[in-house]
């Protein structure tokens, strides 16, 4: 196994937000179509081949062909009732914190986030629903079937294989704190949604070390499409009535 020192994980993680964030920064200012579809598109063609890519190429040079298997690294089969357990008390764990830990969290960072998405177009605020709906209604079911797809499936399986997968069982220091502090880097990588790290650490950090200690990716991935599924039906709930 190729081991990756902590300037290759810093490398490995941020250069593909930074390539994401900058595109979308830069398009968002000429956006015809809703940001958020726009967002998932770049996901599909910059971070998701970026991180699947870096997992191929690494599986190919440990292995002999492309495959996910440097993902899949130890890996030990569980019951899938077991696996789906484990991941719905954690998704009610992250629903509990983002009922009393999130709203706080916002309005801490309030002025900031409000003073920044001032100097940008509208459209970069995702929560700026009146916005979304000046788009037709093939548009709005478009971009709610796309970022659907996106968010709850390619997404957050791509990350998973990426960071709790890949990154975590490469890693030269395998020790109780490591994907803890991955789970950290995970949450700072989302440059585009700036204003949530402490949730998301709370939230995930658990998560990962369970699945890190149990040697089972299925708890995070389960876990991790539970929470998109649920925000996702709440835009589109918005969105579409």
């Known amino acids: 196994m190729n081991k990756i020192d902590t300037k290759g994980l810093l490398l490995r993680i941020f250069i593909p937000a ?16 809703p940001h958020i579809l726009l967002f998932c598109i770049l996901g599909t063609v910059i971070l998701v081949p970026i991180e699947s890519g870096i997992i191929l190429k690494a599986s190919k040079s440990e292995y002999g062909k492309y495959s996910l298997q440097s ?3 130890e890996q030990e089969k569980s019951a899938i009732w077991k696996v789906l357990i484990i991941a719905f008390v ?3 764990i992250a629903g509990l914190l983002s009922a009393f830990i999130a709203p706080v969290e916002n309005q801490v960072f309030a002025e900031i986030r409000s003073n920044m998405l001032n100097r940008l177009p509208r459209g970069f605020d995702w929560t700026n629903y009146e916005y979304m709906k000046t788009f037709s209604n093939p548009m709005l079911i478009i971009t709610c079937v796309y970022y659907g797809i ?3 499936l390619i997404g957050p399986i791509t990350e998973e ?3 709790r997968g890949y990154l975590t069982s490469h890693y030269e220091t395998q020790k109780s ?3 803890v502090m991955i789970a950290v880097l995970f949450s700072l990588y989302h440059f585009w949604l700036p204003f ?3 949730f998301r650490v709370l939230a995930f950090a658990p998560v990962a070390y369970v699945a890190y200690k149990k040697k089972n990716l299925y708890i995070s991935i389960y876990f991790h499409c539970l929470c998109n599924l649920f925000s996702t039906m709440s835009f589109i709930s918005v969105v579409l009535t």
């Open 18 to 33: 930074i390539a994401l964030s900058l595109s979308y920064l830069v398009l968002g200012h000429f956006c015809r179509i």
């Open 71 to 73: 993902a899949l690294v």
């Open 90 to 92: 954690f998704f009610v």
């Open 150 to 152: 996106f968010n709850v």
């Open 161 to 163: 294989l990426f960071f």
């Open 177 to 179: 704190f490591t994907p």
């Open 196 to 198: 949530s790290n402490v």
